[in-house]
């Protein structure tokens, strides 16, 4: 299943709705901080991009496994 997660078309569709809810993320969760210019934890903004981007190719790949086993 894991190989299905590596083909450009997952891969970039993952990279998309990574940039948006990652986006989103970093305002909810760093908005305060980057609006009184304070750093953000650069470890937190790399996970709120992180996490969406492997659910997404996770699920991506997974519906395609099950489609063609």
């Known amino acids: ?31 305060e901080q980057l609006w009184v210019q304070h750093s953000a934890s650069w470890w937190h903004v790399a996970m709120n991009f992180a996490v969406p981007y492997l659910v997404s190719s996770y699920s991506s790949a997974r519906t395609e496994a099950d489609r063609f086993p």
Do not use: C, P
């Open 1 to 31: 299943m894991y190989r299905f997660m590596f083909k450009a078309h997952i891969v970039r569709s993952a990279l998309k709705v990574s940039l948006f809810v990652g986006s989103v993320l970093n305002v909810i969760n760093n908005g």
